[in-house]
């Protein structure tokens, strides 16, 4: 195995890292850009521009000085990493809220069909949002989950199920936890065969793995902005609605939804492009803290990201089978990169226990997720070589020193 100090040193990536904030007091290892990534350093300028200029001396001129288009704005440079036109991309809410949006939507325009298809790995919000989204679409709509849950071929499990009556099939495109990445132009080639649509949640994957909606035929996606695209804590999410379908509609309609909001006309007619998926007031402040992370992804571009978060992946699944599993430890992620997202799940019996330990004693932060995985999310932006390495030194002395056993009591509030 070659050495990480050196794979840091050949990294055309490795000084993306100091754009990052650090704390100067540890020598903490950072792996849980899965669930909120780290704050970009240039978000410190953004609040100085937003808050104090805009907010503080600009007042409510800033709605004519860039407020305004603020969800469209940054929702374009998202969608500059997902290979979308100018326009397809815009903020709102959060991704429960845009997945409902877009599943009633998609629901509406397909009346005579009667299934929403989905799987049993699928973010459990995104099961109960879909069948919310059954319930508001007025139709007869019901939710069929596939269990892929121990399916050794669950595109096969799931591509079985489709048929005539079904009307959307929806799954994140990496799976919240073994990090299962469904191939978007297989789902989406097989759904378009009985008529179907497709609605993709890219949380885990947007910033992480290539996406390219035109090739890949995505019509309808969602996805959170705090994990790999370093949005901050409760950033908005985006929703993607491929421009030629005009005839889905909000089913929230509001008046920034409308062509003209300061019209205040309670009888605006929608506007036309995906501005229309909009409700309420944009969330100016956080929408702006997002640019600095997609900046980053969009300089570094998304082939080298990928191609380095293989990189660590690949690395630390085979140290993990070489030092961890005689200790109890056994990767439950994908071994195909080409099926994997860019975290790796890791079972062990006391994983709650082993985290926790790893966090307080060790200086590692990866997460738990519950009965009994641990979840390593590797970020190529600021992950380095030798955090793989050091992470698995630290586990091993850890459960050398019985470091698991001073924490099986311990039950945080989030995992
Ligand atoms: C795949 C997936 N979808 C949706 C969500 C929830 O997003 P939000 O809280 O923005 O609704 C998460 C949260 O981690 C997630 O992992």
Request: aromatic share 8%.
């Amino acid at each position: 195995m070659t050495p990480a100090n050196d794979l840091d040193s050949m990294d055309s990536l490795a000084d993306f890292r100091n754009r990052f904030v650090h704390s100067p007091h540890d020598d903490l290892i950072y792996l849980d850009g899965n669930s909120l990534g780290r704050q970009p350093a240039a978000v410190g300028q953004v609040i100085e521009q937003v808050v104090n200029r805009e907010w503080g001396e600009r007042l409510i001129r800033g709605w004519n000085e860039g407020w305004l288009d603020i969800s469209g704005s940054v929702g374009d440079l998202i969608g500059e990493l997902l290979g979308a036109r100018s326009g397809e991309v815009i903020l709102a809410e959060n991704t429960s809220a845009c997945l409902y949006k877009a599943a009633v939507a998609a629901l509406r325009s397909q009346p005579e069909k009667s299934n929403v298809l989905t799987d049993s790995e699928n973010f459990p919000s995104d099961i109960q949002i879909l069948r919310s989204a059954c319930d508001s679409a007025g139709f007869h709509h019901k939710v069929t989950v596939v269990d892929t849950s121990s399916a050794s071929d669950p595109t096969g499990a799931l591509l079985a199920a489709v048929d005539d009556s079904t009307a959307l099939i929806s799954l994140s495109h990496v799976s919240y936890k073994a990090g299962w990445r469904w191939n978007l132009k297989e789902i989406n080639e097989a759904a378009a065969k009985v008529d179907a649509l497709t609605l993709w949640d890219f949380s885990h994957s947007v910033g992480a793995v290539p996406i390219d909606v035109q090739s890949d035929g995505v019509t309808l996606a969602v996805g959170c902005t705090y994990k790999y695209l370093n949005g901050g804590p409760g950033a908005p999410a985006f929703i993607y609605l491929r421009s030629d379908q005009d005839h889905l509609a909000n089913p929230i309609t509001g008046w920034f939804g409308t062509a003209e909001p300061f019209s205040f006309d309670a009888s605006s007619p929608p506007a036309s492009g995906i501005q229309r998926f909009l409700t309420g007031t944009p969330h100016v402040v956080s929408a702006a803290l997002i640019r600095p992370g997609v900046e980053m992804l969009l300089e570094a571009g998304m082939d080298r990201v990928y191609e380095k978060s293989v990189g660590l992946s690949q690395r630390f699944i085979e140290l993990c089978d070489q030092r961890l599993s005689p200790l109890g430890f056994e990767v439950r992620s994908p071994r195909d990169p080409q099926r994997r997202g860019s975290h790796v799940a890791v079972f062990h019996p006391d994983a709650q226990a082993v985290g926790l330990a790893l966090i307080n004693e060790k200086s590692v932060i990866p997460d738990f997720r519950p009965p009994d995985l641990l979840r390593f999310g590797f970020a190529p932006l600021y992950t380095s070589f030798t955090d793989v390495d050091s992470t698995v030194d630290r586990i091993v002395e850890l459960v050398e020193d019985g470091g698991v056993d001073r924490w099986r009591n311990e039950t945080p509030l989030v995992p």
